[in-house]
């Protein structure tokens, strides 16, 4: 049985839920998909040159005419992620997902801590098409996109220091007692003990600088450029009125204007002080998307980054956050509003966009007394730059 804990038990903080076992699992058995779980430690230590970053589809799966495969690898070492496509949650965890998906075009979500910008993936004939979705729960990097192949082996060696400490206190120890008792030489205990005490006060700090370093060059191996701005619906020609950026800009035509709408999502996930394997039930809840309306017509919206195109003048964009659990198996009690609105004012000007920033957070605990998940009217934050 999986079990979860915090990982953070500051309130304001967002909640990952790092989990024991996080093995990629899939949520519904009737979909066509093999999951894996991550690469062990030994097995990446003994390879000494450049790491795999995609194992090739295992043997179960066999796309047939009309469909390809989705490989999703998932490098969360603390966490486990929701990965949904075309808005649908299909598993939760580390290690490598293959699905089988009808050939065109798919959007891939993956929530954690934090929402994080969906990507379109171009499912081809009996083809494999991959990405990659990477989390640091130290520095809070996320990034979901085109992975490289292989990246560079990256040493890790805080578990050798950890391992030093550990051993040197050991010994220390036994040394200082032997010398103080059986000796009877009060100044080589002392000199042992504070010799001990150096090397271990040393080693631990030196272990969390050296797992910073690794953590930060992993970041900065994953530091992929801004994917290409994606017409929705997706592949759209000529004129069209909204675009998921992915980090670019897609430009405003002359005379037209644009809103830019950030939207991100802070998942607050409580499961309580001590390990539960209840918890399950929690790891696999999805945060619905907002709903947008500008002017008062609805939009098309997901969290992430995107681009309205609009007459220039004053516009109102309103934004709401449902605040409900989505996608769990276990009932589910909410208290207060079931979502959270926002409106906001802005002008856009002619050649140009204006960026509108909403910033949501949701809370959900799973209380294994009451055997049901409790969740909280959301907040929601909008602010236009």
Same mark, same amino acid.
């Given at each position: 049985?999986?079990?979860y804990r915090?990982?953070?038990?500051?309130p304001?903080?967002?909640?990952p839920?790092?989990?024991a076992?996080?093995?990629?699992?899939?949520?519904?058995?009737?979909v066509?998909?093999?999951?894996?779980?991550?690469?062990g430690?030994?097995?990446?230590?003994?390879?000494?040159?450049?790491?795999?970053?995609?194992?090739?589809?295992?043997?179960t799966?066999?796309?047939?005419?009309?469909?390809? #495969?989705?490989?999703?690898?998932?490098?969360?070492?603390?966490? $486990?992620? !929701?990965? /949904?496509?075309d808005g649908?949650? *299909? =598993? %939760?965890?580390?290690?490598?997902?293959?699905?089988?998906l009808?050939?065109?075009?798919?959007?891939v979500?993956?929530?954690?801590?934090?929402?994080?910008?969906?990507?379109?993936?171009?499912i081809?004939?009996?083809?494999?098409?991959?990405?990659?979705?990477?989390?640091d729960p130290?520095?809070?990097?996320?990034?979901?996109?085109?992975f490289?192949?292989t990246?560079?082996?990256?040493?890790?060696?805080?578990?050798?220091?950890?391992?030093?400490?550990?051993?040197?206190?050991?010994?220390?120890?036994?040394?200082?007692? #032997?010398?103080?008792?059986?000796?009877?030489n009060?100044?080589v $205990?002392? !000199?042992? /003990?504070?010799?001990?005490?150096? *090397? =271990? %006060?040393?080693?631990?700090?030196?272990s969390?600088?050296?797992?910073?370093?690794y953590?930060?060059?992993?970041?900065?191996?994953l530091r992929?450029?801004?994917r290409a701005p994606?017409?929705y619906?997706?592949?759209?020609?000529?004129?069209?009125?909204?675009?998921?950026?992915?980090g670019a800009?897609?430009?405003?035509?002359p005379?037209?204007?644009?809103?830019?709408?950030?939207?991100?999502?802070?998942?607050h996930?409580?499961i309580?002080?001590?390990?539960?394997?209840s918890?399950?039930?929690?790891?696999?809840?999805?945060?619905?998307?907002?709903?947008?309306?500008?002017?008062?017509? $609805?939009?098309?919206?997901?969290?992430?980054?995107?681009?309205? =195109?609009v007459?220039?003048g004053?516009?109102?964009?309103s934004v709401?956050?449902?605040?409900?659990?989505a996608?769990?198996?276990?009932?589910?009690r909410?208290?207060?509003?079931?979502?959270?609105?926002g409106?906001?004012e802005?002008?856009a000007?002619?050649?140009a966009?204006?960026?509108?920033?909403?910033?949501?957070?949701?809370?959900?605990?799973w209380?294994?007394g009451?055997?049901?998940?409790?969740?909280?009217?959301?907040?929601?934050?909008?602010e236009?730059n």
């Open positions: 049985m999986r079990s915090l990982h953070d038990d500051d304001r903080a967002p909640r839920l790092r989990i076992d996080n093995a990629m699992f899939v949520f519904d058995d009737t066509r998909a093999a999951a894996r779980p991550p690469i430690k030994t097995e990446a230590a003994m390879n000494q040159g450049p790491r795999a970053t995609y194992r090739e589809p295992g043997g799966i066999h796309p047939g005419p009309g469909e390809g #495969v989705l490989s999703i690898a998932v490098d969360a070492e603390e966490t $486990a992620p !929701v990965i /949904a496509v649908r949650p *299909v =598993a %939760a965890g580390a290690g490598q997902l293959d699905l089988v009808p050939v065109g075009a798919h959007s979500e993956v929530q954690g801590a934090r929402t994080v910008d969906p990507v379109v993936v171009r081809e004939q009996e083809a494999v098409r991959r990405i990659g979705y990477y989390e130290l520095t809070g990097h996320r990034v979901l996109g085109d490289p192949e990246l560079e082996r990256v040493g890790d060696n805080s578990g050798c220091l950890v391992w030093i400490a550990q051993a040197a206190l050991l010994v220390g120890v036994i040394w200082a007692l #032997v010398a103080a008792f059986v000796q009877q009060i100044t $205990a002392v !000199v042992v /003990a504070a010799a001990t005490a150096l *090397v =271990a %006060a040393a080693g631990l700090p030196l969390r600088l050296a797992k910073r370093a953590r930060r060059k992993r970041a900065e191996q992929l450029p801004a994606e017409p619906p997706w592949g759209a020609d000529g004129d069209f009125g909204a675009v998921l950026r992915g800009d897609p430009g405003v035509p005379g037209r204007a644009a809103i830019d709408l950030d939207l991100e999502c802070a998942r996930l409580r309580g002080r001590r390990k539960a394997a918890g399950g039930f929690l790891a696999r809840m999805w945060t619905p998307p907002p709903r947008v309306e500008i002017d008062g017509v $609805a939009q098309p919206a997901s969290w992430g980054r995107w681009r309205y =195109a007459a220039p004053p516009h109102r964009v709401a956050v449902d605040g409900r659990a996608n769990v198996t276990v009932p589910v909410h208290d207060g509003a079931v979502t959270e609105r409106d906001i802005v002008t000007q002619p050649g966009a204006v960026t509108v920033r909403a910033d949501a957070d949701v809370f959900a605990a209380r294994a009451a055997g049901q998940v409790e969740t909280r009217t959301p907040t929601l934050r909008l236009a």
